[in-house]
């Protein structure tokens, strides 16, 4: 309150006159005293009778109920006012206190609240929710106080003794709920949380019809977890025993959704229910589960790829709710648990996109997490931390964690530090509600507020389940090794489906024969499905349904020569001129202009096509496509190195003009994001956008390609993986810049080599590109293809501004496409004359191209791989072919651990052989192997990369 402070020095015998006097006052005016004094003599009589003025403007206050004794104090027109000043001072202390108390509840009644379902963490008293703590002794726990508005929500009236208001205060934050919101910043989020939790009175119970829905819910996730363990002893499944509860949550929560407008929702959670989610929410059939229990694959057989366990498997479906048609999600996910987290909400975010950006509410992200996870893993920061911002809101995200107390055999007093494993929500504001696993109707009551919290305020919330877990990790481990005390609690325990059929009974609500026929009715119906299982087989892959209609699988041959990519010149010097305007009141910056002229003047002539525009003019003509364009990273709307500046910023008012945007009326948008400081978070969305729209273009860039080392998860177990674990094509495209200008070992190198190591079964390409035009086509191609591959670009720095690294405008032009190879551009000695051809990628060609022409060396052939995967053989032996007697060099920049030296060294001994070549091997030229990637010092970098350019082309220095 406004006036605690100032009070604390007030409520004193000399000063009672004068807040008596100060009382008149506001009564009369209350515009005439301090706000703080307005502030609590307001809160005093908030929501009490209206203060009322007679005729002649004389006024009066509501008496409070408690004040007797003294004489009233005269107001100054000589009206009574009804309050003395011992009075005043008496029921102003009591109410501060009274008030006090109540907040405390507020703030830390969870402390004292019944989560745990074992009773082996038992809440311990808790100072500042002990009314003694503020003065109140026994003998006025009974006396009543007037409290205004402060309890009306809870007890209905505005007086009310403290032993009411500590039932009240505790019925709602200390039993099988314990709320966290007063750390909310935004008042009207804190109290709408606090409006509902003290007024809905969920405590009266649900109707008999709710709670015989609740019953078959449970009946439905405690049976199948209870048929499998009988069916598949041993097997693991890591079933949802002690949290069975998670199943009607989820229900309730997707019910509570889908009236506030939500039409569809994609789930991401581990594996721990991973199995009774499929069947019980996202309705997979029980037959296709128990036959994958029997070892057969949940894809066709004539479907390429190496599928995975059981319980990283996703699917979906579509279901009415209330009439209405809502598409339910579950993405599959590896079993680094909390991974798939940025990856729904990219996926949330694309299908938001492709249907109204304005109504984010009606697409819905659904995580769940374990505790230990949610606690332990950077990721769930990082996805937190992108829930406000402008590049990747999704209106809010509901996170519901499956809280069984132990994270593989870890106890949470090991595995995070602070009071709750969900204390990391509140970074982002998040109301979190604690809530005890073996009260359903109390689960329920918050699953639904949560969905209404997520839906009114598009803001992320967490509601934390606490339950146990009945077996150990997995269903054949023996958790009484490290547990041997909660699991003897756990083992005396009764199910929550047995207890709660049998509350259910004693109320009235079913018969025990009810619950009983419901029990074996389910056994039956999983006994049918079981018997059915024995033969039955996946007739169809659901991969190519949805936004996916129309793409088809990827061919078995790999290397096919890519589609014509070039756009009609017109088209290009459209994109062009977009390029080099800018509107007449916007302030661009001096410099910018300068390279806007620039553009303008490659397109007037037709040459010097740079790497930057070369970009730009593929996003533009994809755009003029209608293909939408996203790219996302550390700063690159200007780019790390000064180059893109595709959003420009006027230098007086800070207003944005993104040049792209405006080339037509009828284009697709380009939406270009600085990203927050994130790799794996970041990328993991991206990753997520891709999937869900296979007719965008979607790009990461990390601000240096070594940066992207903080995103491995993703990288290996999506972006490599995906498509062979899950049929989940993606067209992501990689930018990551590469290449060795003295700048040190953490700028140097993209690490090359760790994308080739995943390389394999046509998952995606990996290229090290040398022009603007390839560049540009290399993005085309990705949209052109009537299937999706991950990109792997290795993009350059120093080559952003080098004069040969340039296109000419008719590269771009009508029958152009990407090459995977290019031989040799210079006027050199005849094929025949040519007794060294040395093989690069990447910037180190320049580098050789610039000491060849310098010593006129015309024996010498370069050819550029300008794509490693899919390796290109055909067209790499054409090139080698028209030198059968020359020495063939691999020359990198890399050492010769790195790089792409160990990927290609017996891929171009293979080439070699099936053209007759006089030499059965590449001779290596680069960097000696070294555990950094590069060196700090300048002048042991320029002497490396003279050695290595000298001994490639066969000079001495």
């Known amino acids: 309150m406004a006036g605690v402070d100032i009070l604390s020095t007030a409520f004193s015998g000399a000063n009672t006159a004068y807040l008596a006097e100060l009382y008149a006052r506001w009564v009369a005016d209350p515009n005439s005293v301090d706000p703080s004094f307005a502030s609590l003599f307001q809160e005093l009589h908030e929501d009490g009778p209206e203060i009322v003025h007679d005729a002649e403007g004389a006024s009066w206050a509501p008496r409070p109920h408690i004040i007797t004794g003294d004489e009233p104090l005269p107001l100054p027109n000589g009206k009574a006012a009804g309050v003395t000043a011992e009075g005043l001072r008496a029921a102003a202390d ?14 830390r009644g969870h402390l004292e609240a019944r989560l745990d379902p074992l009773g082996l963490q038992v809440p311990q008293p808790h100072a500042d929710l002990d009314p003694a703590t503020y003065g109140f002794g026994p003998k006025d726990l009974d006396r009543p106080i007037y409290l205004g508005h402060t309890v009306a929500s809870l007890i209905g009236t505005d007086t009310a003794t403290i032993n009411q208001v500590l039932d009240a205060l505790r019925s709602v934050y200390c039993g099988p709920i314990g709320a966290e919101f007063m750390h909310i910043q935004d008042p009207e989020q804190r109290m709408w949380v606090q409006a509902r939790l003290e007024g809905d009175n969920w405590r009266k119970g649900a109707s008999p019809e709710q709670k015989k829905v609740i019953l078959q819910q449970l009946t ?45 929702v994609a789930i991401g959670m581990p594996h721990r229910g991973r199995l009774n989610t499929l069947v019980n929410i996202v309705r997979k059939p029980y037959t296709a589960i128990f036959s994958e229990f029997a070892g057969a694959s949940f894809k066709p057989d004539d479907v390429q790829g190496s599928g995975d366990v059981k319980y990283h498997l996703g699917t979906s479906t579509d279901v009415e709710i209330g009439g209405t048609p809502v598409h339910i999600s579950l993405q599959p996910n590896p079993s680094h648990l909390e991974a798939v987290d940025p990856v729904v909400i990219g996926k949330v975010r694309a299908t938001q996109d492709d249907d109204d950006p304005h109504q984010r509410g009606r697409h819905m992200g659904l995580l769940l997490h374990g505790d230990a996870a949610f606690a332990g893993q950077g990721i769930v920061y990082e996805t937190l931390a992108m829930s406000q911002l402008i590049g990747y809101r999704t209106g809010g995200t509901i996170h519901v964690v499956v809280n069984n107390q132990i994270g593989f055999t870890t106890v949470s007093v090991h595995s995070f530090s602070g009071l709750y494993c969900t204390d990391v929500a509140k970074a982002v504001q998040a109301p979190i509600l604690h809530v005890n696993g073996d009260e359903p109707e109390a689960v329920i009551y918050c699953s639904r507020l949560a969905a209404e919290f997520r839906q009114k305020f598009a803001s992320d919330v967490v509601l934390d389940i606490v339950g146990y877990r009945r077996h150990g990790h997995n269903e054949s481990d023996e958790p009484s090794f490290t547990q041997p005390t909660m699991y003897k609690a756990i083992a005396a325990r009764p199910t929550i489906r047995t207890l709660y059929s049998d509350r259910l009974v004693r109320e009235g609500v079913v018969t025990e024969a009810e619950v009983t026929a419901e029990w074996d009715g389910f056994h039956n119906k999983l006994e049918e499905a079981y018997q059915a299982a024995q033969g039955y087989k996946p007739n169809k892959a659901d991969w190519l349904e949805g936004a996916w209609q129309g793409l088809k699988p990827p061919p078995v041959d790999a290397t096919r020569p890519a589609p014509e990519t070039g756009v009609a010149i017109d088209r ?16 661009a910056n001096s410099k910018i202009v300068r390279q806007l002229k620039a553009k303008a003047k490659m397109f007037e002539t037709g040459v010097g096509i740079d790497w930057a525009t070369g970009e730009a003019l593929g996003f533009g003509t994809l755009l003029l496509d209608k293909h939408h364009v996203r790219l996302s990273g550390e700063d690159c709307q200007r780019g790390t190195f000064s180059q893109r500046h595709a959003v420009l910023i006027d230098q007086i008012n800070q207003n944005t003009y993104v040049p792209l945007n405006n080339i037509a009326k009828d284009q697709a948008a380009i939406e270009i994001y600085n990203s927050l400081l994130s790799e794996f978070g970041v990328l993991g969305f991206e990753y997520g956008y891709s999937l869900a729209d296979p007719n965008a273009l979607v790009l990461w860039e990390a601000q240096f390609g070594d940066f992207a080392n903080g995103a491995q998860v993703i990288i290996d177990q999506f972006i490599a993986s995906g498509e062979t674990k899950w049929l989940r094509m993606s067209g992501l495209v990689m930018l990551l810049p590469h290449g060795y200008e003295g700048q040190g070992p953490e700028h140097s190198s993209a690490r090359l080599e760790r994308y080739l190591q995943l390389c394999a079964e046509n998952n995606m390409r990996v290229c090290n590109l040398t022009t603007p035009a390839n560049y540009y086509h290399a ?42 190879v290019i031989g040799e551009i210079d006027q050199i000695a005849a094929p025949a004359k040519v007794d060294r051809v040395v093989i690069c990628s990447g910037k180190v060609y ?45 020359c990198q920049e890399e050492p010769e651990n790195m790089g792409g030296w160990n990927f290609v060294d017996r891929l171009i001994e293979g080439v070699l052989t099936s053209v007759g070549h006089k030499s059965t091997r590449p001779t290596y030229v680069g960097r000696v192997a070294a555990a950094s990637p590069a060196t700090g010092l300048a002048k042991v970098h320029v002497a490396e ?13």
């Open 846 to 890: 320049y580098d050789l191209l610039t000491e060849r022409r310098e010593r006129k060396l015309d024996n010498v052939a370069i050819i550029r791989l300008e794509q490693f995967y899919p390796f290109p053989e055909k067209l790499l032996a054409e090139e080698l072919a028209r030198y059968p007697q020359a020495k063939v060099i691999w």
């Open 779 to 820: 993005l085309r191609r990705q949209l052109f293809l009537d299937y999706r591959k991950p990109l792997i670009i290795m993009t350059p720095k120093s080559l952003l501004r080098n004069k040969l690294a340039v296109s000419d405008l008719k590269d771009f032009g009508p029958g152009t496409r990407f090459l995977p």
């Open 94 to 107: 009591d109410s501060l206190r009274a008030t006090q108390l109540i907040r405390a509840f507020r703030v």
């Open 572 to 587: 290009l010097k459209e994109v062009g001129a977009a390029l080099a305007h800018v509107p007449d009141d916007f302030n």
């Open 220 to 264: 439905e996730a405690e049976g199948f977890e209870s048929f499998c363990q009988k069916r598949y002893v041993g097997t693991k499944r890591f079933g949802l025993e002690g949290e069975d509860v998670t199943i009607p949550a989820l229900h309730a929560i997707i019910d509570q959704a889908a009236q506030g407008g939500v039409r569809s």
């Open 945 to 957: 990369q003279t050695a290595l350019v000298n001994k490639a082309l066969g000079v001495s220095a």
